[in-house]
């Protein structure tokens, strides 16, 4: 037994690079489980320096100097990171109070309008739903609560929320700025001969760039044409709910299912049976039809294509260890797996006895 995992292990483990690859991804997984909080700003900034390369490779393919590229990149960089600060972030904030203000009112509201099912369907009693909406006033009471207590215990933490929204821009400067030399020192620490991770960091350069841009694209779209809409239709909350809308697309397939109840329920309590409610729901699901076999298909066209169970699972385990980041990026994570499995080096298979050729 000992010979055979001894095999299989030389096998596996032949060449020096696949053992360099391995304490890579054991050093990255320990870094991000143990020092989690301490590299939000710093992952933060690689994702966001990351997005900014599209725009100097394709000022660079025009004939524009490095310098002009860096700076035209870094100034919509800046532009929208304290645009968002600003101008987006009050505005939800004030809107998502509002919604909690209200919120005793809507379900009121709803209390009233399911109180109807009872003489419709003999599968609910008023009793049952009288119940349903003491729970869910009850809960809605303690979300309160701890809203109110986890924002009095982060006070605390509100001066080194400042300090990152400073440090960001500076670090996705000098990422932007100093790429080549940040590179070239950590390839220096990697084996001179390796094709193995010359061939994942190719295959993923190319599978992350495409991702990560394309859902950065895609989520600006989708939350910006959705609060158009709802502003149009006349809908309440309209900025938080295009926000929610928007990033609902980061989570495939699940997070368009979730986002749909909260932006048909603020139109039914709004307008009830109504003709905006009906104008609603035909606009919000043109929005997603197109989102699904238009636009993504255009951003998308050079990933990776991946089974709906692979997409899913991938969410729930990187989602389960790493938060947002890791539903953000499940698929390139995936995408690495898989590109790490495809390059790995196999042994070659020796011809059997028989297979062997026969001497004329």
Not at 258 to 272: D, E, K, R
Not at 294 to 311: C, D, G, K, T, W
């Amino acid at each position: 037994m000992l010979g055979i995992v001894r095999s299989w292990f030389d096998r596996l483990f032949a060449e020096e690079e696949t053992v360099v690859l391995l304490l890579l991804i054991a050093a990255v997984l320990v870094m991000m489980l143990s020092l989690g909080n301490v590299l939000v700003p710093i992952v933060a900034s690689i994702v966001l320096a990351f997005m900014m390369q599209g725009i100097i490779a394709r000022l660079s393919r025009a004939g524009a100097p490095q310098w002009l590229a860096i700076a035209v990149a870094y100034t919509v960089f800046v532009s929208v990171f304290f645009g968002v600060l600003v101008v987006l972030l009050p505005l939800v904030w004030q809107q998502l109070i509002n919604l909690f203000q209200e919120l005793p009112t809507m379900l009121r509201k709803l209390q009233h309008v399911l109180l109807v099912l009872p003489e419709r369907s003999e599968l609910f009693t008023e009793q049952q739903i009288r119940e349903w909406m003491a729970i869910a006033t009850k809960e809605l009471g303690s979300v309160g609560q701890y809203l109110l207590s986890f924002s009095i215990a982060q006070l605390p933490n509100l001066l080194g929320l400042m300090i990152n929204i400073i440090l960001i821009p500076i670090l996705v400067f000098f990422f932007l700025k100093d790429k080549a030399t940040i590179l070239g020192w950590m390839a220096s620490f990697l084996p001179n001969h390796r094709p193995l991770l010359s061939a994942v960091w190719s295959e993923m350069n190319v599978q992350v760039a495409n991702y990560v841009r394309g859902k950065a694209v895609e989520i600006v779209i989708v939350g910006v044409v959705s609060y158009i809409c709802f502003e149009v239709i006349g809908l309440n909350y309209p900025a938080l709910l295009a926000l929610l809308v928007g990033l609902s697309v980061v989570i495939p397939y699940i997070g368009a299912a979730v986002v749909t109840l909260p932006v048909l329920l603020v139109g039914y309590i709004q307008w009830g049976w109504s003709g905006e409610f009906f104008t609603l729901f035909m606009v919000y699901s043109v929005i997603q039809g197109l989102d699904g076999n238009v636009l993504v298909p255009l951003l998308f066209s050079e990933a990776v294509n991946m089974h709906p169970v692979a997409i899913i699972v991938a969410v729930l385990v990187f989602g389960g260890l790493w938060g947002i980041w890791g539903v953000f990026f499940a698929i390139p994570l995936a995408t690495l797996v898989k590109a790490i499995i495809y390059a790995w080096p196999r042994p070659v298979r020796q011809p059997s006895a028989a297979e062997a050729p026969v001497a004329d």
